[in-house]
């Protein structure tokens, strides 16, 4: 079984927590923004994904099956 997880608010104070340990579990991480790409990191996939487009987000599931 794949370990995969979609994380929103990544790069904020909770966020970048949840995210180190979802890492360190081994997870492979997606982690949506917005607007303003954050930095690379490693282990860490960063899509550029509007929530509230309903489409983009159905395709985004569909392509990368999260």
């Given at each position: 079984?794949?370990?995969k997880v979609?994380?929103?608010?990544?790069?904020?104070?909770?966020?970048?927590?949840?995210?180190?340990?979802?890492?360190?579990?081994?997870?492979?991480?997606?982690?949506?923004?917005?607007?303003?790409?954050?930095?690379?990191?490693?282990?860490?996939?960063?899509?550029?994904?509007?929530?509230?487009?309903?489409?983009?987000?159905?395709?985004?599931?569909?392509?990368?099956?999260?």
């Amino acid at each position: 079984m794949d370990k995969k997880v979609l994380l929103t608010g990544a790069s904020g104070f909770i966020g970048r927590h949840v995210l180190d340990s979802l890492i360190n579990q081994g997870y492979e991480v997606y982690a949506v923004y917005n607007s303003t790409k954050p930095q690379e990191r490693s282990g860490v996939t960063f899509v550029q994904l509007n929530l509230f487009d309903f489409e983009a987000v159905k395709a985004f599931f569909a392509k990368e099956k999260v």
